[in-house]
């Protein structure tokens, strides 16, 4: 055998195997347990009696035929332990309709917060004309929607408002985000934490004093070249950001969409701590 040919067998069998590998060690990652990490925020407006007010932010869990009641039991499990005070679910929880995947979700009866838990819709709550399905579904489960409205929240006799809104696939259907319904008429010397699912929705969030902003949508790029699109078309892709003067925070997701294969972006439930 030729050098040269030698060389190249050589090169292309160890492209293959590290290929191979990767493959392997990302639908690993993909199907295993989703990280839980803390992210302290500073609010400027925050009154100091609410510092120490903890968010469990899940996102993109993707309920569907690799992942089922198991995974949202697990995902219940993990947020529990963290004790958080509140719980937001933002989006894309199921790739099917309330009918085929609902089983799979009421293990999110179980999860604990000192002051509710909130659900928004993410793009894949609209791909089966089932989103007002999947809204009593969580109703049901003890999981409020917030439908472009808001809620105070009280914590050792201090308030913000924490509000929601639709996602802007609703737009197709006649529906979608509404930021004045959402914010319209509160109280701005109070903060506002917003619940929406795609970061994109920050620039019209800062126009309209939002503090905080919490996302997913983009699995934290999950495997290249998803990661260089989400650069793209997202203000933030994982982690914390500013737009303007809001500031935004992305979690990678519990889930994933397509194959179940995540490359340096593992899946993740976060614990914001609000501080003043």
Do not use: K
Not at 1 to 29: K, N, Y
Request: hydrophobic share 40%; charged share 20%; aromatic share 4%.
């Amino acid at each position: 055998m030729g050098r040269r040919l030698f060389l190249g067998r050589t090169v292309g069998a160890v492209a293959g195997v590290t290929a191979l590998g990767t493959v392997g060690h990302g639908m690993s990652v993909a199907l295993g347990a989703p990280l839980t990490h803390r992210v302290p925020i500073a609010l400027t407006e925050l009154d100091p009696r609410m510092a120490g007010l903890r968010i469990a932010v899940v996102s993109d869990i993707h309920l569907g035929p690799l992942l089922g009641r198991s995974h949202t039991e697990r995902i219940v499990r993990l947020i529990n332990r963290q004790e958080p005070d509140v719980v937001a679910v933002v989006g894309d929880l199921a790739d099917g309709t309330a009918a085929q995947l609902g089983p799979a979700a009421r293990p999110l009866r179980n999860l604990e917060s000192r002051y509710g838990n909130f659900f928004v819709t993410g793009n894949h709550e609209y791909l089966c004309d089932g989103v007002e399905d999947w809204l009593d579904e969580m109703r049901d489960v003890g999981i409020r929607p917030l439908v472009n409205e808001r809620v105070e929240i009280w914590h050792n006799g201090a308030v913000l408002d924490l509000a929601g809104v639709e996602d802007v696939t609703g737009e197709e259907v006649g529906r979608g985000p509404d930021f004045d319904r959402a914010l319209g008429g509160r109280d701005t010397s109070r903060p506002v934490v917003l619940l929406a699912h795609q970061p994109v929705l920050a620039e019209e969030a800062a126009r309209h004093g939002v503090d905080l902003q919490l996302s997913g949508h983009t699995h934290g790029g999950q495997m290249i070249p998803l990661n260089l699109v989400n650069e793209l078309s997202n203000p933030v892709v994982s982690g914390l950001g500013r737009v303007d003067d809001t500031w935004l925070y992305v979690t990678r997701g519990a889930g994933f969409f397509g194959p179940p294969v995540r490359v340096g972006a593992p899946p993740d439930i976060t614990m914001v701590e609000l501080g003043s």
